[in-house]
């Protein structure tokens, strides 16, 4: 089991996965969140999960599924022809009533409670 894979998803239905990079940012495709910059509503991580289809009997830690605070693109980023720079990140919301229960996932993430960075 492997915690820094991410699963992005809007509103329930999967979009495209990631992986964590600290302990509040995401990188992921661009093209696959070109069109939440603006509002980044509904999107949610799902930390430590890697497979959108089942959820493994064999997996020892539960997954955290956490907001998205705001959306970032590359901004030489062209996704409409050779989706060259097809790079964002994500800035996740990590309020203070996250459970992290799972180990695997709490240890990458590192998470410190404390003064709050702001997302943008």
Same mark, same amino acid.
């Given at each position: ?47 430590? /999960? ?45 309020? /203070? ?24």
């Amino acid at each position: 089991e492997w915690p820094w894979p991410v699963l992005i998803f809007r509103n329930g239905d999967y979009i495209g996965a990631g992986a964590l990079l600290d302990n509040d940012v995401v990188a992921t495709v661009a093209h696959k969140v070109k069109n939440f910059v603006k509002n980044p509503t509904g999107l949610t991580v799902r930390l430590g /999960d890697w497979n959108p289809n089942i959820r493994d009997s064999a997996e020892e830690f539960p997954h955290i599924e956490v907001g998205v605070a705001c959306v970032k693109i590359h901004p030489q980023a062209e996704l409409n022809s050779t989706l060259a720079n097809n790079v964002a990140v994500l800035k996740l919301n990590m309020g /203070d009533d996250l459970d992290f229960s799972s180990k695997s996932v709490s240890d990458v993430v590192n998470y410190k409670r404390g003064p709050k960075r702001p997302a943008n």
